[in-house]
């Protein structure tokens, strides 16, 4: 038997505990998609455009709720591995990569990995940004 198939019911169906979680990640996507929406909007009615103060907000809050939560759920065990997906992965994956992104450095750090941290986010930026530009560039040519 396939590792695969281990996690299909009898009718070939995924089990109700992964599709739980499947319904917990969707669900925490779609709040946090709105909310980020929601929020940067506000941000920019009050500062206008001329720099991304909505975006920042909306980053800077989200490795707030990231850090947030994983400390309650690694340290203080209170928030269960279901509500990881809702929340972290679900939520906070929609609202902002960014927090992904700290919390994979921080882990990093946490492991004494800090070269590799350093790394993470120096290379996160600069080839993120090389990236964007070559989307720009791509879709000039359009």
């Known amino acids: 038997m396939h590792r695969q198939d281990k ?22 996507g779609i709040a946090g998609t709105i ?14 455009t001329g ?12 490795c707030f709720v990231i850090g947030f939560l994983a400390c309650l759920s690694e340290e ?3 928030v269960g591995p279901d509500m990881r997906v809702l929340l972290m992965a679900g939520f906070c994956g929609a609202f902002t990569t960014f927090s992904t992104f700290m919390l994979e450095t921080a882990n990093l750090m946490k492991g004494g990995e800090t070269l590799k941290a350093l ?6 930026l600069i080839v993120g940004f090389v990236l964007f530009r070559l989307g720009v560039l791509l ?4």
Do not use: C
């Not at 019911?9 to 969707?26: D, Q």
């Open 139 to 142: 879709a000039e040519l359009i």
């Open 119 to 124: 790394g993470n986010v120096v290379l996160s």
């Open 51 to 62: 720099f991304p103060y909505g975006t920042l907000v909306v980053n800077g809050s989200g």
């Open 76 to 78: 203080k065990f209170i």
């Open 35 to 48: 909310l980020r929406y929601v929020v940067s909007g506000m941000v920019y009615e009050t500062t206008g």
């Open 7 to 28: 996690k299909l019911s009898e009718g070939g169906f995924p089990k109700v505990n992964t599709m739980i979680k499947w319904v917990y990640l969707v669900l925490g």
